[in-house]
């Protein structure tokens, strides 16, 4: 069964800018430098205390899949190439450990999801497409 593959830093809240960067493939990191801080900002502003950003990484760390056949419906699953946070392999055990699961790279990093917006959306369009979900 597939394991999260989960990185090896522990949260901190004084590490809160490195997580948001390390998020992000390097390349949006570089060419939105502004954007970049505001996020920065606002997630020491908002987010969660180290301790409950530590809880979350240990949930996610600390769990195997073990019932992935269960899941019949056809299942997309979406991973950033270059995440640092969660191994990019994960995501492909996931998909293969699916019974119907299909794995898609995705350009970018844990945020690939915001970094490549519109190759998330049309790839999830084109899968629910596929699965008769406009139908």
Not at 22 to 30: D, G, L, N, Q, Y
Not at 94 to 117: I, M, Q, Y
């Amino acid at each position: 069964m597939p394991s999260t593959g989960c990185g090896p830093t522990p949260a901190t809240r004084a590490h809160s800018g490195r997580r948001c960067r390390r998020c992000s493939a390097p390349e949006t990191v570089a060419s939105h430098p502004e954007e970049m801080d505001r996020i920065v900002g606002w997630r020491r502003e908002d987010d969660a205390d180290a301790e409950g950003w530590n809880a979350q990484r240990a949930a996610l760390c600390d769990h195997t899949l073990t019932d992935c056949y269960e899941v019949t419906t056809p299942a997309l699953v979406c991973h950033g190439t270059e995440d640092a946070v969660v191994d990019p392999a994960a995501g492909e055990a996931l998909a293969e450990a699916l019974p119907n699961g299909t794995h898609r790279a995705v350009d970018g990093g844990h945020c690939a999801f915001v970094e490549s917006a519109q190759a998330v959306t049309d790839t999830l369009v084109g899968h629910l497409e596929d699965a008769g979900a406009f139908e």
